[in-house]
């Protein structure tokens, strides 16, 4: 079965102003079904055809760009979707909550190390909070569209929240100032969705 392009739970409109309608349908109808298209044709005839995407991308062989390019701009974005919501922000609550406590003191030193991945990595990239099995959670970043199920990209974890820092993702309504849309996602983060990818991680 081939891969196919989710759809969106809320309207391309309703993250705004953190995220505008523009950048929405472009990033989601160009971009990601972009790269859902070319995934699809990097695999197809291939030993890797059938397999799902966590499958494929934990097991690829780097060197493999098609794959590694299109298949983790693929599962990136379905993520990045997923964890948002037109009645997101706030702060997490219960198993996620002290998690994140007695990994970075607070919610709000996790902001300011999770910002700080988002607004430092160089070029085009994600930034990224991990959960690993023993319950303990990683900030991390990674270029292009790596992401932290690959092996050997110095990320590791289950992502459960992971943010798009490349320009498409809004220079639209932000021009160059990546922090200011770094702000604006804590506005749209649906918190309880991000804590049952951390329970279901662990």
Known sequence: MSFQLPDLNYGFDSLEPHIDAKTMQI???KHHAGYTSKLNAAVEGTDLEGKSIEDLLSNLDLSNSAVRNNGGGYYNHCLFWEIMS???GGSPSGDLLSAIEKAFGSFDEFKAEFSKAAATRFGSGWAWLCAHSDGSLEICSTAN???????????EGSPILGLDVWEHAYYLNYQNRRPDYINGFFNVIDWAKVGEKYNSSI
Do not use: F, L, R, Y
């Not at 569209?145 to 990320?155: K, R």
């Open 27 to 29: 990033h989601h109808g």
């Open 145 to 155: 569209q790596d992401n932290p199920i690959m092996n050997g990209i110095g990320c």
């Open 86 to 88: 037109p009645n997101g």
